[in-house]
């Protein structure tokens, strides 16, 4: 299983497949590719898709189809449903609805995610309330987000995230700096500095209290799919 490349600042967009998409320890199953319905955003619902997979594998350690729907009733799938309709109103050149739709975002579940942000497939939002996320933030897959984070700019310049990376409640993320491939940061951390791949970081300002390698995630990923096929 080889790591994802993460995004970069010059406003690379998410990849086209969700075909390959590794998830991180409790996200480990992948997910298979579903032709979109006749008159979908192909892009918006196989994004929608993976997102309500990885929420689900999060939740119960399993994905598919009929338990991936009943996402749609967790906190966060609003959040997450709306943000994803702004993005692909963007792309269709309609941002003055996409608009609207972003108003509606903040205004029902108290997040605000940039219409220009570009987050990667596997989104996964635990909890709305106090979510921040600045117009040029770049992430890629799999990033799980707990409440009243903020990712924003410092001087013009937006943080760029790997793939897989975790972040705790009340996290702040600001300025020009690099997150790694699974990155976990702490909850009520101040990151300004660049997280190597595979850190832990905590504290204000945070620091690096933990090194995982890739195989120590994919030891841990392979323990987890063990464990939850025997629950």
Do not use: C
Not at 2 to 19: I, R
Not at 215 to 225: I, L
């Amino acid at each position: 299983m080889s790591e994802t490349t993460a995004y970069t600042a010059s406003g690379a967009s998410a990849p086209d497949s969700a075909d390959d998409a590794a998830f991180p320890g409790f996200l480990t199953r992948q997910v298979d590719y579903v032709p979109a319905p006749a008159g979908w955003n192909p892009i918006l619902f196989r994004r929608l898709r993976t997102d309500l997979f990885a929420k689900s594998v999060f939740f119960h350690g399993k994905g598919g189809r009929w338990r991936s729907l009943t996402m749609l009733l967790k906190d966060g799938a609003l959040t997450t449903l709306l943000y994803r309709l702004v993005s692909a109103l963007g792309r269709m050149h309609l941002g003055f609805i996409g608009a609207i739709f972003y108003k509606l975002n903040s205004m029902l579940t108290g997040a605000v995610i940039g219409r220009g942000a570009q987050l990667g497939e596997g989104l996964v939002i635990l909890h709305t309330h106090g979510i921040v996320i600045n117009s040029t933030v770049r992430a890629g897959r799999n990033m799980i987000l707990g409440h009243n984070v903020t990712i924003g700019t410092e001087k013009g310049r937006a943080p760029v995230l790997g793939d897989n990376v975790y972040i705790g409640t009340g996290a702040v993320i600001i300025g020009g700096i690099r997150v790694g491939n699974r990155a976990r940061i702490g909850a009520n951390a101040v990151v300004n500095k660049d997280v190597p791949d595979g850190a832990t970081v905590a504290g204000v300002p945070a620091r690096v209290i933990r090194m995982r390698s890739l195989e120590e995630d994919q030891e841990a990923s392979s323990s987890d799919a063990k464990s939850s096929n025997d629950a």
